[in-house]
């Protein structure tokens, strides 16, 4: 056994945080082996229970984590649309990942016993349920520890914990949406993504499972609304075709993540087809349709702020900042009844580089009273214009690529 799998072993048998810790030290100093990632994985996965076999089209998308995407929301609905069962085991997002958005609904439960997750999967083909003490808790708690002290972007990390959760429901299919920029745990650059993209297929490989890598251009906010409760209004803007045209295209980037990782060929589904799966979901794991009306309305309704140009110039919207500070906020709102807070939240009303005049609302946000006037001065360093042409131009095509493991 070498070095690197007798600390997994160790961490797998005594999961402190003094061998978590020696575990990243080890993995920031060494060249990690696909095969000892494939093995950390693996003991990630058998630290708790295992879902098993569903169904033979089961598969799931990850995502590599970065603000304002809704891939991880939107994406199990349209694999749904296309007839697949997804089994989708998650941790937090950061701020506003697919599990922590689904638990602000009310009665929505994503801690699952086992037969709660096989009868969510027999009612409606698709559940969302937390790694915790039950499912891939040495995962939860690295995972956990990772963000105290900063240590998202070790890929092997990353790697390993996404393929933990893949292996405790058994899913020999698995797709991943890789977000590319700057303020991303996977690759500031296609260039460094699509080799750990490579990275990713070739650790997946070793464990037999077929995987999909869908690299996409993340400088600028793939849509409008960043938050908890701003992804639902997102989501309810797709179903009543309501959408901005960013908004739109990025559920069609996220219907094309879908149709990739399955191969399919079909026509997109209409908002009310996408409403009704998810409703099925909603039903299923312990809220409603109506509860999911009244959070949009009441997340609607609280953006009361807007935040404004001070000059004229190019818009700049520094999206690691945002995400930082939402973060921050929620951190301070975590109570015993309270797992997954949702205070605040920005609706950007301009893009990255446009031009705007002095006075221009550049977003909207909600916020609490009692934080506003500290909340409203950090957003005004993340979101504000330059009298010069900005630094980082767009204007070429968003790109995309995929890399597969051809399984």
Known sequence: MNDFRHITAKLSSEPSETNMSYLIKYIDNHDIKHSDVAFLATKMADSGIKISPYAQNAIDVASTGGPSSLSTLLVPIYLRVLNRVVPKLAVPGRPAGGIDVLATLPGYRVHLAPNEVMRCLDECGYVHFLADERYVPLDARLFAYRQRVGAQQSIPLIIASILAKKLAVNL???GLDIRVGPHCNFGNSFNDARQNAQYFCSVTSILSIKAVCILTDARKPYQPWVGRGESLAALNEIFTDTASCELKNHSMQCWMMAVTVTNSNREPPDGSQLKAIFGENLASQGSNLSAFEERVAEIINAHTIELIAKGTGYVVIQQNIV???LVDVQKRFISGQTEFPDPAGVRFLVEPGEYAKKGTPLASIRVPTKIEKSLISRL?????????SY??????????EVVSNGG
Do not use: G, T
């Open 391 to 400: 630094h980082e131009s767009f204007a070429e095509s968003l790109r995309e």
């Open 323 to 325: 995400r930082s500070i």
């Open 172 to 174: 020999r299919e698995v």
């Open 380 to 388: 005004e360093d993340a979101i504000f214009v330059i009298e010069d």
